[in-house]
Each structure stands twice: as C-alpha cells, then as structure tokens.
C-alpha cells in the first residue's frame, strides 16, 4: 500500500475535491434549513446535518492549507480522505438504527450515501489506481451491510432486496474504479512516452550541437595553427638566428633573448596543447568515466603528482552537457594544479548521493584565497562558477593559503526523470 502513496499528486486533484466540499457543505446548510422549517426538530436529522456540515467544513479548510501538504506530505491526501470518509459513512447510517426504520425509508437513506461515496471513490482511482478503490468500495459495502443486520435482525425475502443494494452499488463502483484508473493508467503511460520521447528529442538536439560546436573547433585549431603557430614558430627561430648575432660578451643582451625565446617556447608549447585539446573529443571517444581518468593521468604525466581516483557512475545515462561541465571543470581544475599548486598528492572523487552527482577534487598543494579578485582570472574561478550555472549546479570552492584546494561540484537529477534512463 505505501508505494501508492510515492506518485505525486495529480494535478488540480486538491481543486476539485476542495471545490466539492465547498459545494456539499452549502447543500447541507440548505438542507438542514429546509429540513428544520418542514420537518420540525428531529434529533437523528439534525446530527446528521451537523456532522456533514463539519465534515464539508473541515474538508474544505484542511485542503485550503499548503502548509499542511508541506508537513504532511505523501499523506496529506490520505488522512484528509480517510477523516471525510469516517465522517460522513457516520452520518449517513446513525440514523439507519432507530427502532423499526421504514423499508421504502431505508432505502431512500442507503442511496442518499452515494454521491459522498462516488466523489471519494473516483478521488482514490484517480490518484492510486483501482486497488486502493476497491478496497474502500469493499469497506464501505461490508460497513453498510453490516449495520443494515443489525438494524433488521433477521434476513427474509422482503429484506433482501435492502440487503441487495450495497451490493449492487459496490459493483456499479467497481466499474467506475476500473475505467477510471485504465483511463489514468494509459495516460501515466502517455506522459512516461513523451517524457522519454522529449529526453530523446534533447539527446539529439545536443548531438547536433556538440556537432556544430566540435566543427567549430576544428575550424578554430585550422585557424590557430596556421596563424598563432606558424607565428610563434617563426618568432624562435628568429630569436635564435639573433642569438648567433649577438657578441657573447654582451651578457644582458643574450639574457633577454634567451627570457624572450623562453617565453615563446612555452607558448607555443600551450598553444600545441590547447589545439590538441580544442580537436580532441574525449567525452565521445571514451565517455565520461574515462575521460577523466584520461584527464587525470595526463595530469600525473605532466606534474609527477601522485593521483588518486575513484568513479561511482553506474548505467545512468547523464545529459551531455551536464557530461561536457564535469569533464571541463576537471580539466580547468587539473589545469590550476599543474600551473599554480605544487603539490604531491590530488585526487577526484565522483558518484551518486541519493539524485545528486557530486564530484569532489582535492590537491595538497600551496592553496589560495579564492575570494580575492585576482584568483578569478588567475586560476579560472569564474570560469568554473558560468559551468555550473549553466547546468543548475552548485560549485563550491574551499582553499586557503598553505593548506590546499578543495573543489566540489553537485548536479541534481530532477525527480520526474528516472536514473535508470
């Protein structure tokens, strides 16, 4: 029974039942005047027109507080039932036991039971389905049946008929149940459809942008290698042309050009690498688990840094562009490592925490402030932080001169969307 209180409402479900109460409480209001001012007082009338009118009442006022759905939860709508129920079944059968109750009188009053019970029953197969229906339409049926023998006392032919009735509604509800929840069934099942049918449409949608953007990039390496490089190439090779030109003596001179060529060494060294990483494609070559792995080797190879590194992805199946923003900010964080930290030891953490995805890396190196402004340029912070944005994600940054850095990034899967997909 307590997986049927997992779904989620439907909605507009809380509207029209609390509509309905609205409705039936005016009703009774009416009812009970015209009953005072025709029928006179009446004890068991008037009981009963007072429980109603609190039950409607009550009904109404509880489905008009959110902020006992939000305490209550998955069994908001249960308890709410379950009291309108009790209640009104209450005042609908106390007075089925007055001594020698007429026959065509008990009928008229076992009928007078049905919309309260078709309104709860159609509630109960919208939202759960048909079992939790049929069981109220069993308990209600078996509580009718039940007072029905003690008010006659004995069962005959003339009694059977009256005896008959809550059997026949029972199954004219059943029926009612049945269709309702199939009607509901194949709509849940339109809804996974279209969802899953729309996780695709995204799918390919961002296949065709990574697409586009990996053309660009191409494009961009062509650019940057025939520009840039070639630029930076010719530049060395004339410095160390100049060098050969320079009298040795002069020890200033030969100390620029050798910063100067240096310097332009590293930066066509960079250059190489960033064009390397602008054609490369890890994430479709390899996927994510080994893209990072293949991130965080390559940062071993480049530092000499001890690396630690434990991935906890399972069958999920993540957006790419929630793929493209972990592997990235790995990237630019192995990056600050190997530029900025001086350390021995980093390591990445990646897993599920519940429906989060939490990537956690960690370095030992010499660490910084990161809310000065310079540590935004210096070490990408910026950067990192647009990533995360971009995907709903929350970074957080832990460092502090002398005692390392600390990067943790959390993505929540939304909760419509099963992790199995």
């Excluded at 191409?218 to 060395?236: P, Q, W």
């Excluded at 809310?371 to 995360?388: M, P, S, T, V």
């Amino acid at each position: 029974m307590f997986r049927y209180l997992q779904r989620p409402l439907e909605p507009g479900l809380i509207k029209m039942l609390r509509y309905f109460s609205g409705v039936a409480f005016i009703y009774f209001c009416l009812l009970w005047a015209y009953g005072f001012l025709t029928m006179g007082r009446n004890f068991s009338l008037e009981v009963q027109a007072w429980i109603n009118l609190i039950a409607n009442a009550g009904l109404f006022a509880y489905l008009s507080l959110p902020v006992l759905e939000r305490k209550l939860k998955r069994y908001y709508l249960p308890i709410g039932l379950a009291a309108y129920t009790l209640a009104s079944m209450t005042s609908s059968l106390m007075y089925l036991l007055e001594s020698s109750p007429d026959r065509y009188l008990y009928i008229a009053r076992s009928w007078s039971l049905m919309p309260v019970q078709i309104v709860v029953l159609v509630v109960l197969a919208w939202q759960y389905g048909f079992r939790p229906a049929l069981i109220y339409t069993v308990f209600t049926t078996a509580l009718e049946i039940s007072v029905s023998l003690l008010v006659f006392k004995r069962i005959n032919l003339e009694i059977l008929p009256i005896l008959g009735l809550p059997v026949v509604r029972a199954f004219a509800f059943g029926s009612v149940a049945n269709i309702i929840s199939s009607l509901m069934q194949a709509q849940r099942a339109q809804k996974r459809q279209l969802l899953q049918a729309n996780l695709q449409l995204g799918q390919m949608n961002a296949t065709l942008e990574r697409l586009a953007v990996s053309r660009e990039r191409n494009r961009l390496a062509r650019e940057l290698h025939d520009t840039l490089a070639h630029t930076l190439s010719g530049t060395a090779v004339n410095l160390e042309a100049m060098k050969t030109l320079v009298p040795p003596a002069d020890e200033q001179l030969q100390t620029m050009l050798n910063d100067s060529l240096s310097a332009v060494r590293n930066g066509l060294g960079e250059t190489r690498r960033a064009l390397a990483d602008l054609r490369s494609q890890p994430l479709d070559d390899l996927g994510l688990e080994e893209a990072l792995r293949a991130a965080m080797r390559n940062l071993a190879e480049r530092t000499g840094v001890n690396i630690e590194v434990e991935i906890r992805l399972g069958q999920v199946t993540l957006p790419p562009l929630v793929e493209q923003t972990y592997y990235r900010v790995t990237q630019e964080a192995a990056e600050n490592i190997f530029r900025h930290a001086e350390a021995s030891l980093a390591s990445l953490n990646l897993g599920w925490e519940g429906r989060k995805l939490r990537l956690v890396l960690k370095d030992d190196g010499r660490g910084f402030d990161p809310h000065e402004k310079a540590a935004l340029h210096q070490f990408g912070l910026r950067g990192l932080r647009e990533r995360a944005t971009a995907i709903a994600a929350e970074l957080e940054i832990q460092s502090q001169p002398g005692e390392g850095t600390e990067i943790v990034l959390e993505w929540e899967q939304a909760d419509e969307t099963p992790l199995d997909l």
